[in-house]
């Protein structure tokens, strides 16, 4: 069965590594005198101690886990680290419902960018920083960040990377982990430091150039302001937070071998990135061609308008510089498309991944073939790496699954009297861990603070096991992985 103390021993150090996060949005209240200073320094006390806990129970192990154990530990890790994390709202009584404060926080660390906050602007500091961190920590993975900071603490590293890493095909820089790890967080601590220096460079403060490139980066999509990066009313601001999210959404190994290497063809000998360029070029064009007549938009407004929308989309960030609600309908299909397919694999985004979108063409391809030549045998090869038949099972699997919880969890918001349009939007963009809805009872740039609760508990759900990848959440609820053998 579950090796129990080894998994508490490793939640023990993992809770620590999120007090020390909390100690940085402790120095951002401190420095900007807020009154949330006491709910982090509560939330530090008890979060540290039910580190020693967890690390008192597991003493007395080694560090090696079976994957059964790294299943459970990653799904239970996520749980906690949500849980632990809604003390400051808790605590200093700004989301005083628990539903809410819990949905806020899984919504951070699973870089969905759904919020209950109204108006963000009306938060201290220290709780803005504190959203913006869970979203920027969790973008590349919670375990993820611990295997490349605490290499040490992970005896099944391997294991626990394929529980959350992203994607069908998983692809590594380094035969260590722990070095390939270090790698993708250098790829993402480069990033984010060119976006906070560009957010400066087109005027925005500080403060707002931290947080709005921790979400930007992480594809997540939470603000410090009610009205997105639209209050802002800087075009050059939304271009650049444009570029910083579709790069955010590319492989970040491919990101690194190419840019570290100087090897830029690598971009477009990559089928992924050529299907997801393809995919935001074109239904950016269609969007705005829509904008232009329809709407009387002149052509850059409408450029600018339709790239930032399906970008954000797409790589399911969820920040908004224009109000989709009123845009024509047809381009809600346009932008419910982006939520399903995402980004690319390996990357922050959400969504089934590109990847997944060139394997099922090239399934279909294959398929018309064996219909006309049935003996043939025809390989499917992804840019020289041959995709084995079982993981081909593995994608319809996932696309069946993916599919069945859009249309139950779709299907009970519609019994709940949820309007179709949003039941449908809210279960996409939670599976997805998009943010934003399609709808007239919760627009794009509304909050979702009408939901009822039962509803916010099932987009928990859904944001959890969208971010994980489905089975590594779902498999925890068949009998057979809690039987002995």
């Known amino acids: ?185 250098a790829v993402y601590f480069i990033l984010t430091t060119a976006c906070i220096l560009s957010y400066k460079a087109c005027g925005m403060g500080w403060f707002d150039a931290f947080n709005y490139s921790m979400t930007s980066t992480a594809t997540g999509g939470f603000a410090t302001e009610s009205g997105s990066i639209m209050t802002f009313k800087s075009p050059a601001e939304e271009y650049v937070c444009t570029l910083f999210c579709f790069l955010s959404g590319v492989n970040f190994t491919l990101l690194y071998t190419s840019v570290a290497g100087i090897k830029f063809k690598q971009f477009f000998h990559n089928s992924e990135f050529r299907f997801y360029t393809v995919l935001v070029a074109s239904f950016t064009i269609f969007i705005a061609l829509e904008l232009i007549f329809k709407n009387n938009y ?104 993916y599919l069945f919880l859009v249309f139950v969890c779709g299907f009970v918001m519609i019994a709940a009297g949820i309007d179709s349009t949003n039941a449908v939007t809210i279960t996409l963009s939670c599976l997805g861990n998009v943010g934003p809805t399609l709808g007239l009872e919760i627009g794009p740039t509304m909050s979702w603070n009408e939901l009822p609760h039962f509803a916010k508990w099932i987009g928990s759900l859904l944001m959890l096991v969208g971010r994980l990848e489905l089975f590594t959440v779902l498999v925890l609820f068949t009998p057979s992985f809690w039987k002995e053998h």
Request: net charge positive.
């Open 1 to 185: 069965m579950l090796n129990l103390k080894t998994i508490s021993k490793i939640i023990g150090s993992l809770l620590w590594i999120e007090a020390t996060l909390l100690c940085l949005c402790l120095i951002v209240a401190l420095m900007y005198q807020g009154d949330d200073v006491m709910s982090f320094v509560w939330t530090i006390l008890i979060t540290v101690s039910s580190g020693f806990i967890f690390r008192f129970l597991g003493r007395h192990t080694n560090n090696s886990i079976s994957r059964r154990d790294a299943y459970f530990l990653v799904t239970i890790s996520w749980i906690l680290f949500s849980l632990y994390g809604t003390l400051p709202f808790l605590i200093s009584k700004y989301i005083p419902s628990f539903t809410n404060a819990y949905f806020e926080t899984m919504s951070g660390f699973t870089t969905t960018g759904a919020t209950v906050i109204d108006f963000p602007e009306h938060l201290p500091k220290g709780l803005l920083f504190w959203r913006s961190l869970t979203q920027w920590i969790g973008g590349l993975g919670i375990v993820f960040f611990t295997i490349a900071i605490l290499p040490s603490l992970m005896g099944g590293s391997v294991k626990i990377f394929a529980a959350e890493s992203t994607g069908p095909i998983k692809s590594k820089l380094h035969p260590r982990l722990s070095t390939s790890a270090k790698g993708i967080w």
């Open 298 to 401: 002149d052509v850059e407004h409408a450029f600018r308008s339709s790239v930032f929308q399906v970008v954000s989309f797409i790589t399911t960030t969820g920040l908004f510089s224009d109000d989709a609600a009123k845009w024509p309908h047809v381009t809600w299909v346009v932008l419910a498309a982006c939520m399903f397919f995402g980004a690319c694999s390996g990357s922050t985004s959400g969504g089934i991944k590109s990847m997944r979108g060139v394997m099922l063409i090239k399934i279909v391809r294959n398929e018309m073939r064996q219909i006309l030549h049935p003996n043939a045998v025809l390989p499917m090869k992804i840019d020289g790496y041959n995709v084995e038949m079982s993981k081909r099972v593995t994608l319809l699997a996932f696309i069946g699954m």
